[in-house]
C-alpha cells in the first residue's frame, strides 16, 4: 500500500522511477543544487526510499552544460543505460528564459547505480532554443524521443514535441510539435507545457505533461492518440480541456506536477509526481527545495482513460 500522503523522498523534484527487467525500481530526479545527476536502486518502491544515493555524473565548472542540471530520466534504450537531462551555460537568464539544452550521459554496465558514466554530448532537435524534459519511449519497433521546447515564434516558454530516433543519441524527424500553452490553466504565471510522461493502456499512447507556474499553479495536463496512430501526426492527438491533476489544498498538495509512471510490485499502474506543502515559497519558487516526491495508484475508467485522482488521497 502506498503512503500517498507522505513523501517517498524529500526534496527531490522532477522525479523518474523506472523498473527495469532486473526487478530493480531506478531512480533519479533534480537534486536541490542542480549540479549533477544522482541515482539509486532497490527491490521495492518503498525501498527506494532508505536506498544509497550515488551522483554519478557531477557538472563540470564551465562550459555549456556547466550549471542548473534538471529533470533527468533514466532510460534503458539499445542495450545500455541512458541518462537524458538539461543543463545551461550558467544562470543567466535572456529573453526571459534560461539557456538549458539536453544532454545524454551512458553506462553499459549492468548496475548503472555503481558503474561509470560517460558524457554523450547534446540531443541536437534542429531548433536552437531552450528546451529541457526529455523523456523516451518505444512504440511498434520504434524508439521515440518527446521533450518541451521554446517554439519560434510562439508564445511562451515552451510546447511539446515529438520525433522518432534513429538511435538513442540522434533524432531522424523534424521535430513535429504536439500540444503549446494556449487554455487559461496552463498559462498562470507562465505559458508552459513541460515534463512529458508517456503510459500505454486499453489500446491509446497517453501523454501527460505540467502547465503553467512551479508554484500552486503548476498542474497536469493529458492528451491521447489512438495506438494505431501515426504519433508523429498531430492530428492523431486529443488534448482533454481540462487539467487531470491539481492543487489539493485540503490534503495540503500544491502545485503537483513533472509527473512519470511505474508500476507497484503486484503490477498496478503508479502515478510519481512531485508536490509542495505549503505556499508561502520566499522568492523564486525554482529556487525553494521543498517539491517532494510522492507516490499514488493510478486507476483506469470505464472509458479506457487513467485516473489520477487528487495529490494526497488514494
Known amino acids: 500500500m502506498l ?15 523506472y523498473k527495469h527487467s532486473d526487478g530493480y525500481y531506478y531512480f533519479t530526479a533534480s537534486v536541490p543544487e542542480y549540479d549533477g545527476i544522482e541515482l539509486r536502486r532497490a527491490k521495492t ?44 551555460p550558467s544562470r543567466e537568464i535572456k529573453d526571459e528564459l534560461f539557456q538549458h539544452r539536453m544532454y545524454a550521459i551512458r553506462c553499459d554496465a549492468d548496475n548503472p547505480v555503481t558503474a561509470d558514466w560517460t558524457f554523450e554530448g547534446q540531443i541536437d532537435t534542429g531548433i536552437d532554443s531552450f528546451c529541457l524534459d526529455a523523456t523516451t519511449f518505444e512504440h511498434q519497433g520504434e524508439l521515440y524521443y518527446l521533450w518541451a521546447q521554446k517554439g519560434p515564434g510562439i508564445r511562451g516558454n515552451s510546447n511539446l514535441y515529438i520525433a522518432r530516433m534513429s538511435d538513442p543519441l540522434t533524432l531522424k524527424d523534424e521535430p513535429v510539435m504536439l500540444t503549446k500553452p494556449e487554455l487559461d490553466w496552463e498559462t498562470r504565471g507562465f505559458w508552459v507545457n513541460e515534463g512529458p510522461a508517456v503510459i500505454k493502456g486499453h489500446g491509446r499512447v497517453f501523454i501527460s505533461y505540467s502547465a503553467s507556474a512551479t508554484d500552486e499553479n503548476y498542474c497536469v495536463g493529458l492528451l491521447y492518440a489512438d495506438e494505431n496512430a501515426d504519433l508523429m501526426d498531430p492530428a492523431s492527438w486529443t488534448k482533454l480541456p481540462k487539467p487531470v491533476f491539481q492543487t489539493n489544498a485540503e490534503m495540503k498538495m500544491f502545485g503537483p506536477g513533472h509527473n512519470s509512471f511505474t508500476q507497484s510490485e503486484e503490477g498496478e499502474d503508479v502515478l510519481v509526481y512531485h508536490a509542495r506543502n505549503y505556499t508561502e515559497i520566499e522568492g523564486d519558487p525554482l529556487w525553494d527545495p521543498n517539491r517532494h516526491t510522492f507516490t499514488k495508484i493510478l486507476n483506469w475508467d470505464k472509458d479506457g482513460l487513467p485516473v489520477f485522482g487528487k495529490p494526497g488521497q488514494a
Request: net charge negative.
Open 3 to 17: 503512503n500517498t500522503h507522505i513523501p517517498l523522498i524529500p526534496q527531490r523534484a522532477d522525479p523518474f522511477i
Open 45 to 88: 518502491l518503498a525501498g527506494l526510499a532508505q536506498a544509497d544515493t550515488r551522483m554519478v555524473w557531477l557538472k563540470p565548472d564551465q562550459g555549456s552544460y556547466s550549471d542548473l542540471i534538471w529533470a533527468p530520466e533514466i532510460h534503458f534504450n539499445q542495450g545500455a543505460w541512458y541518462v537524458y537531462f538539461a543543463a545551461a
